[in-house]
């Protein structure tokens, strides 16, 4: 049987359900969910690397706190610096109904609300996003489920649309999903998604090599090939994303039966370039989007 | 008139030509090619980088001499780190019509003449390249053609392939290229071509980060999104190459009419992981493969 620690994430195998945690030594051990018996063998067969994935840091209250303070998170939509490039290549949403996955406070689903769609579901596996989700972005045709999108189930053919913003890099196994996402599209359905660009995710650090000075030198690339989790710092909290390679998310989508519409690396605005650290963003890809149809 | 020096490639505009070159002083000034004087307007506006482009380098001696000696050079396909992935991505030859653009010794001619292609066109600007060629892998249905790929004119639908091995790294203007391709191609031919990977490019030195004892830290990104020439060293020559983002390459193949098949960073085989550096090529993507039909 597999266990996980609730204090520390630590993954482990024991015959009997221990107490303790035997990394940390706290009462907080129960038995690992579907998701976390699949981390943990993946672990096993030698295909990830670092600690156990912490997949949902967004209950965390120290960075969901910092979290809020994001420019993204207070203003929506328009002060993502990717807004502009992901708008247009949205699908008309009048009268269809649109997953979105790892939907957060819910911007898209909303936005997609607010652009006729039929039905929105909005599935996020943080309680505290949704809370927000609910209070900021609630509508008629929106309903918010919590639940880890490895874990969702629907029946085929239920959305014209599957949306995600920048949560696919949080998932450990990308097949699977995107196998399960083919089915509940309909044939000609649009899948369109951003993650954090595989330049960005390959080293683990997500930081730049800075000189003596504490200047930019450049971005590091390192472990490109090497796919799995990768611990990074962002608003402070230790976090675990899944670095996967360019060929990865483009063959994968291409083996499931869908026909590639746009591969994009969104740059800032024009007019976000004077914002501190943006024009840096210039030098290294960050984000990855990608438009996609069922064929 | 623009004009061209032929020992330091300083590209220049005057009213009447000059007996010597302003640069170097040299007497091998001569009027510049279409494609030089393209090469020249695109600096005047700003868009590229660097010195002039050095177009050609596999005819300037030094630099062939040492290209010979590259085991992809002396062996063949099967030498070269990425051909395990590109040979199972190419089309059925037998009784197709063939374009190679950059075509280098021939091996990818003679290997399409070898599988039964109808007719194969290869072309190169390098006459060194080609004599070699014409020595090493002529064939009955292979017609070697000495010219820079921009330049290049066939009628509409005159092949069912066209391929291009590690070569539209050195093309400055790759929107035209792709267009003039899609019209040589007939509906439902293919394009599948390798260029040096945007990752390999941004930064420009195409070297590694390393570290006080020469270890390798990691490799550098940089200027990622700024697009244009960049001189790199190779086999010890100065040589200009020109990068494009994964957006730029994938993009233009998408609006200019193409359907994208598979999109591929090879990695090394299992067998030539024990070759001096080769490991290291599990760090960093050095190459991206890209297979697309004509819709």
């Known amino acids: 049987m597999i266990y996980i620690c609730d204090s520390c994430r630590f993954l482990f195998s024991r015959a009997a359900e221990p107490e303790q945690c035997p990394d940390c030594g706290k009462y907080?051990?129960?038995?690992?969910?579907?998701?976390?018996?699949?981390?943990?063998?993946?672990?096993?067969?030698?295909?990830?690397?670092?600690?156990?994935?912490?997949?949902?840091?967004?209950?965390n209250p120290a960075f969901f706190i910092k979290y809020a303070q994001m420019d993204r998170s207070r203003q929506g939509l328009s002060a993502?610096?990717?807004?502009h490039v992901l708008e247009p290549l949205l699908p008309p949403f009048a009268g269809q109904r649109v997953l979105d996955l790892g939907c957060g406070y819910g911007w898209h689903c909303r936005y997609a609300a607010d652009h006729g769609a039929a039905q929105v579901v909005g599935t996020d596996i943080s309680r505290r996003m949704l809370q927000t989700a609910e209070e900021r972005n609630a509508g008629e045709v929106i309903e918010y489920r919590c639940a880890a999108m490895e874990e969702l189930s629907f029946p085929d053919g239920s959305f014209d649309i599957v949306l995600s913003s920048l949560a696919l890099h949080y998932v450990c196994d990308f097949t699977p999903?995107?196998?399960?996402?083919?089915?509940?599209?309909?044939?000609?359905?649009?899948?369109?998604?951003?993650?954090?660009?595989?330049?960005?995710?390959?080293?683990?650090?997500?930081?730049?090599?800075?000189?003596?000075?504490?200047?930019?030198?450049?971005?590091?690339?390192d472990r490109y090939y090497c796919e799995g989790s990768r611990e990074a710092v962002f608003l402070g909290e230790r976090i675990t994303k899944y670095h996967r390679t360019l060929t990865t998310y483009l063959e994968t989508l291409l083996r499931c039966g869908f026909a590639l519409r746009h591969v994009v690396e969104p740059q800032p605005p024009e007019e976000m370039l004077e914002l501190p650290g943006m024009r840096d963003e210039l030098r290294r890809p960050m984000m990855l989007i990608v438009s996609a149809v069922r064929v």
Chains 1, 2 share one sequence.
């Open 177 to 221: 999903l995107v196998e399960r996402i083919s089915r509940w599209l309909r044939p000609a359905g649009t899948f369109l998604f951003s993650v954090e660009h595989p330049v960005f995710t390959a080293c683990g650090s997500q930081d730049w090599e800075y000189d003596g000075k504490g200047q930019i030198r450049h971005f590091p690339v």
């Open 28 to 59: 907080t051990v129960r038995r690992a969910t579907p998701l976390e018996q699949r981390e943990y063998q993946a672990r096993l067969q030698g295909g990830l690397t670092g600690p156990a994935a912490k997949e949902n840091p967004y209950d």
């Open 80 to 83: 993502a610096g990717e807004w």
